[in-house]
């Protein structure tokens, strides 16, 4: 299933219009999942589909022709006893007022954001469309696990000139979604490719910040790379993040880096709950800068994370030719733990101590 787009059938949607935000749920067309099931692929495909097109939205507008616009992605996780819950919501909904802010929209309230992905997540379940539980995900640490995708997202009103955003609306969908990358490769890259630059829109959660992203990415994919790793733009040495992810190096010294938040770092909710949960291990976790040269010389472990991307480990990484290898080309022991303890959390098979889940069913 992978990452891929199965819109389900009940989407929010909101505009900032005469001073408020207007919203409700859209129950758009469909069949039971069964039924959807034993759809030919075309029959399947334009019911799909017709899940994700909005004729009365307007189609010039500054996200369609500008790329202004910010997004987020979080999870409801299918639980060890059954339920469904969404892991850290609040956090989300705080990071898309931020971003909205940055780009100068009406701020969407939190409590809506919060109660709509609920809803939402509710909604499709009660319809039949979610995905369930499945303990062969416990053999691989939840690497081959499945879960829904919530993607809240602004699209921009109808205009043409190059302007800001007053009346923007937000939408809210839901999407099945497995393993973000692709299963056998674990090989990074660093890229030439500058993604953010100071005083630029790198901290917040802008749809523009992608394009590069796809480019770089899609260089790394091509030369047979899992993913490609950023170094910042003005002294072209420090590491910044991945492609879509935030990224970890555990040193030799027994300390765990990640680069330090400013204007051209992402503040990573995963990012977050990881510093949270290895200082709770008792390691030294560092927010700080931590150069290209450094990571390759001095680190025994790699990995990235995001909520897509969860905890993945990186065994390689490549920069201007020379190659580093982390823990000989397997998976380290701190990143098995990180994610089998995030990964635990999350799908109910640990205890939520930090009350970090919201349970939907
Ligand atoms: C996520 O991790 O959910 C993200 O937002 C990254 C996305 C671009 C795949």
């Known amino acids: 299933m992978a990452f891929a787009l199965n819109t389900y059938p009940i989407t929010y949607r909101s505009q900032f219009s005469e001073g408020k935000w207007k919203g409700g749920y859209l129950e758009k067309p ?88 609920v809803q939402t997540v509710k909604r499709n379940a009660q319809l039949g469309f979610y995905t369930r539980y499945n303990s062969d995900w416990e053999k691989d640490s939840y690497m081959s696990a499945d879960s829904v995708y919530i993607r809240p997202f602004t699209m921009g009103e109808g205009g043409i000139g190059v302007n800001l955003s007053s009346e923007p609306y937000v939408m809210i969908i839901n999407t099945p979604v497995s393993a973000y990358f692709k299963e056998g490769r674990s090989d990074a890259i660093v890229t030439n490719k500058v993604r953010a630059n100071p005083n630029g829109t790198g901290w917040i959660k802008a749809c523009s910040n992608y394009v590069i992203s796809a480019l770089a990415k899609s260089e790394a994919l091509k030369a047979g790379y899992m993913e490609c790793v950023y170094l910042d733009a003005v002294e072209r040495k420090y590491i910044e993040e991945g492609s879509s992810c935030n990224i970890f190096f555990y040193l030799k010294s027994g300390e765990l ?105």
């Open 257 to 361: 880096v990640t680069p330090e938040l400013g204007d051209t770092i992402l503040p990573g909710i995963t990012r977050a709950s990881i510093i949270e949960l290895a200082r709770d291990k008792g390691l030294k976790v560092s927010e700080r800068k931590i150069s290209i040269d450094e990571a390759m010389e001095e680190a025994k472990e790699c990995f990235v994370s995001g909520t897509a991307a969860g905890a993945t480990p990186l065994t390689s990484l490549t920069y201007n030719g020379k190659k580093a290898v982390f823990n000989n080309g397997n998976v380290g022991e701190l990143t098995a733990e990180i994610r089998d303890t995030l990964k635990g959390i999350q799908y109910g098979k640990l205890p939520d101590t930090k009350n970090w889940l919201v349970q939907v069913l």
């Open 30 to 117: 469909h069949k039971t999942p069964e039924e959807e099931a034993a759809l030919g692929v075309e029959d399947r495909a334009k019911l799909e589909n017709s899940r994700n097109c909005y004729d009365d939205m307007p189609l010039v507008n500054y996200t369609s022709q500008y790329g202004l616009a910010c997004f987020e992605g979080l999870k409801a996780l299918p639980q060890k006893n059954g339920g469904l819950a969404i892991f850290r919501p609040d956090q989300n909904a705080a990071r898309f007022a931020r971003s909205m802010e940055g780009l100068c929209m009406p701020v969407f309230p939190q409590e809506t954001f919060i109660e709509a992905c």
